[in-house]
T-cell receptor, first 112, second 115 residues
Framework: GQQLNQSPQSMFIQEGEDVSMNCTSS?????WLWYKQDPGEGPVLLIA?????ELTSNGRLTAQFGITRKDSFLNISASIPSDVGIYFC????????????FGKGTRLSVIA | DAGITQSPRHKVTETGTPVTLRCHQT?????MYWYRQDPGHGLRLIHY???????DKGEVSDGYSVSRSKTEDFLLTLESATSSQTSVYFC??????????????FGDGTRLSIL
């Protein structure tokens, strides 16, 4: 089946640093999504991308839909302690009822 | 939010017992999903539904069954629970019918422990 390779698996950064994570796939997608999961909660949508090349921001977060439609990245600027959590990328290819494909997540730790 | 409620939020049970988890959504979403989350594996799809009484298997469907008799409810059943099914289970839903690429939203999870 389709797989997303998400990297890095985990990151430890100092408060105030910028963060970058990415997802790659051997398949093309029509939609890329980025979710964040706080401990003990369900994933929450951060950013949705619908066009190849699209660059979208949400506060300190910026995500891009790769022009090949096979990759996406998420940047977090000036990290703060509440950025701690697991970040998931997900891709959707509309083909009947095909469900989302998820990456395995990037666990972010922020050191104050 | 998609108004997704999972019940129960926590459950402890014994090996061999049947377990049913419920997902209820109030947004009239067409698609609903059940995932399990385990350390090192991310979110893995168990089963999903694309309409009332229309369901399909995900990547880890063995040992699980689902039912969707109403748009708003999607039930996940472990007919005879095993310790390997100890996990955190998440339900998700998203619209369909012309809004095919709207993102799915998740419930808060059910933590299931099988002793």
């Amino acid at each position: 089946g389709q797989q997303l390779n998400q990297s890095p698996q985990s990151m430890f950064i100092q408060e105030g640093e910028d963060v970058s994570m990415n997802c790659t796939s051997s398949s093309i997608f029509n939609t890329w999504l980025w979710y964040k999961q706080d401990p003990g909660e369900g994933p929450v949508l951060l950013i949705a991308l619908y066009k190849a090349g699209e660059l979208t921001s949400n506060g300190r977060l910026t995500a891009q839909f790769g022009i090949t439609r096979k990759d996406s990245f998420l940047n977090i600027s000036a990290s703060i302690p509440s950025d701690v959590g697991i970040y998931f990328c997900a891709g959707l290819l509309f083909s009947g009822n095909t469900p989302l494909v998820f990456g395995k997540g990037t666990r972010l730790s922020v050191i104050a | 939010d998609a108004g997704i409620t999972q019940s129960p939020r926590h459950k402890v049970t014994e090996t061999g017992t049947p377990v049913t988890l419920r997902c209820h959504q109030t947004e009239n979403h067409r698609y609903m999903y059940w995932y399990r989350q385990d350390p090192g594996h991310g979110l893995r799809l168990i089963h999903y539904s694309y309409g009332v009484k229309d369901t399909d298997k995900g990547e880890v469907s063995d040992g699980y069954s689902v039912s969707r008799s109403k748009t708003e409810d999607f039930l996940l059943t472990l007919e005879s629970a095993t310790s390997s099914q100890t996990s955190v289970y998440f339900c998700a839903s998203r619209p369909g019918q012309g809004i095919w690429n709207q993102p799915q939203h998740f419930g808060d999870g059910t933590r299931l422990s099988i002793l």
